[in-house]
């Protein structure tokens, strides 16, 4: 699985996990100067509180299957097709369960995948790459701060 594509599932499911919140918080970051939330993202499970999932195609087959896990507010959000919190989207399937529910077993095996995994590797260095950067853009700021006062 991609992020921020569609993917769609066998049973028509279509959906994308997005990265649009991270952006967000990336781009505050840098215009704000603060980054400390960005630093606090240490691995790649860290970053799954920062993406969400969208529904664009099947919600309502998907809320059917799922209705013993979905709460108001997730149906509600799947229905419109608003982003639901990436962990709250993965509550949805159980393991010992979805071997009857293909939504939940083919969502299981693409976040155990070697793409997902490798995928989130790649967003997390980036987001180090980012964080690190900003960072020494404040110390030049400060420095250069410090060394205006002083003359």
């Keep these: 699985m991609s992020l921020d594509k569609i993917y769609v599932l066998q049973t028509g499911v ?3 996990v997005s990265t649009i919140a991270l952006q967000e918080l990336i781009a505050n970051a840098a215009g704000t100067q603060k980054f400390s939330e960005l630093e606090n993202i240490r691995s790649t499970t860290d970053l799954y509180h920062h993406l969400s999932v969208v529904v664009d195609k099947g919600a309502e087959g998907l809320i059917k299957r799922r209705q013993p896990w ?20 993965c509550r949805l ?21 070697d793409q997902f995994y490798t995928q989130m590797t790649i967003l997390l260095n980036k987001v180090r790459a980012i964080a690190r950067s900003l960072q020494h853009k404040e110390e030049m700021i400060s420095h250069l701060s410090l060394g205006v006062c002083r003359t």
């Design 93 to 113: 399937f159980w393991r010992n369960l979805d071997e009857e529910d293909p939504d939940g077993d083919e969502w299981l095996q693409l976040m155990a995948s």
């Design 70 to 89: 979905v709460d108001l507010q997730t149906k509600s959000d799947l229905i419109a097709g608003q982003p639901i919190p990436f962990n709250s989207f």
């Design 14 to 16: 279509s959906l994308k």
